[in-house]
């Protein structure tokens, strides 16, 4: 199924790609490319790449779809076929083919008379299916992002045997540093912080996605934590250490910058990265996936979120783990900036409570590292990269290495 992607959020709390352009207006355009990997003409995606660069796009997300997978590439001219192979590999390594290019969203300020979406067409026939422009001010307005939850409740709720059977039963993450290759040598490894995170739900625990009304959605997420003074937002943030006003981007283990995302969430289930933090606090940086849909995905199934984010200038960071309940407000496929903007709705389900807490801030829980937290646990387990828990020895327990 083909989504378009809108880049809909302001300057404010954006990757680092989009802070050079003002994406107050974008152009979607969704592809024709679903075709077989293995289909002889597969290079069409190579060929649309190529297209962007030789027509001086430097900014554009790349959306990866199907039944089976989901991802993003925040395209910062890099060349088509090491963008292919990164992406290639960035899903392979989680058992999951690469779902073929299925929609490209570009700035206005880029498209100008420099490029249209008449030139992938003209390069690439029958490869493009539609486009439109998108206008988003009047939707970062209305949009506010929900905090973690920091009551006596949600900090007793991580140390109960009840975790809300509307969220994921099992929840792990891992976190650490490894490096990539990027352009334009190719030979020269940066660093980038890669967030793993794996979940499902259990049936025989009473928990399933199909307990979520179809109008709500769930977003998991690891939010990070600076020593901010609080009580302040963004953009009206202060560092006490060097007086950085900036420090929101940057401030941290991982930076807010995302360089691509890959997970096994089907195209139907409209996942989606969270990339609008206008109204976080200053002293949090939450890195989250959403799920638009949840009554799309199964249960007692293994899904993962593989998220590469730019370094922060913190060499470690407290973290906060958990589920929320958020209201699908999109008119649409679920997008960051429309979902949730009804804050004061209420969540019909159970007590109404809208979040699960995996591992609360209490705990002095820290990025880089990994977190695992299973209904019917009486409090969540951690432990330190290139180390195995104490509850097990397999490959599947090891907290990678940092790197």
């Known amino acids: 199924m083909i989504f378009l992607v809108a880049i809909l959020a302001a300057s404010l709390g954006t990757p680092a790609w989009a802070e050079r352009v003002d994406r107050r207006e974008s152009v979607s355009i969704a592809m ?20 962007l660069r030789n027509g001086s796009v430097q900014h554009a997300v790349l959306r990866f779809s199907d039944s089976d997978a989901t991802g993003e590439y925040f395209f910062d001219g890099e060349r088509s076929d090491r963008l292919l192979d990164f992406m290639d590999a960035a899903f392979i390594a989680n058992g999951v083919d690469r779902p073929a290019l299925s929609s490209i969203t570009i700035p206005v300020v880029d498209v100008d008379d420099r490029y249209t979406p008449e030139r992938i067409e003209d390069i690439v026939p029958g490869s493009v299916r539609s486009t439109r422009y998108i ?48 352009p334009p040598d190719y030979d020269v490894t940066v660093p980038v912080r890669l967030f793993e995170h794996w979940f499902r739900w259990d049936a ?109 200038t913190a060499t470690t960071s407290e973290i906060w783990a958990g589920a929320q309940a958020v209201s699908h ?50 409090a969540p387990v951690y432990w330190e990269n290139g180390t195995f828990p104490s509850f097990g020895s397999t490959s599947a327990d090891y907290c990678p290495r940092n790197r």
């Open 32 to 51: 024709n490319l679903e075709i077989s990997l293995n289909d002889e003409v597969d290079g069409r995606e190579g060929l649309v790449i190529d297209a």
């Open 135 to 182: 206008n988003v001010d009047s939707a970062l307005r209305g949009r506010q992002d929900s905090a973690p939850l920091e009551s006596d409740e949600s900090e007793s709720r991580a140390e109960s045997i009840d975790i809300a059977n509307w969220a994921p039963s099992y929840y792990r993450a891992s976190m650490y540093s490894t490096t990539r290759r990027r």
């Open 204 to 312: 025989q625990q009473g928990h399933s996605p199909i307990l979520m009304p179809d109008d709500w959605g769930i977003e998991i997420e690891v939010s990070l934590y600076n020593n901010d003074p609080g009580g302040l937002i963004r953009p009206f943030c202060t560092n006490v250490e060097d007086g950085d006003p900036n420090h929101f981007s940057r401030g941290y283990w991982a930076s807010e910058q995302i360089e691509a995302w890959t997970s096994s969430i089907p195209s139907s289930a409209e996942p989606y990265l969270d990339d609008v933090r206008l109204s976080d606090a200053c002293n949090r940086n939450a890195i989250a996936i959403g799920v638009g849909r949840p009554v799309n995905i199964s249960h007692d199934a293994n899904y993962f979120v593989s998220m590469y984010m730019i370094p922060g």
């Open 329 to 378: 407000d999109c008119p649409g496929v679920a997008q960051s900036i429309c979902m949730d903007l009804n804050t004061e709705r209420e969540f019909p389900v159970g007590d109404g409570e809208k979040g699960a807490p995996y591992a609360n801030r209490d705990r002095n829980f820290s990025a880089p590292g990994c977190v695992q937290m299973v209904d019917g646990w009486s």
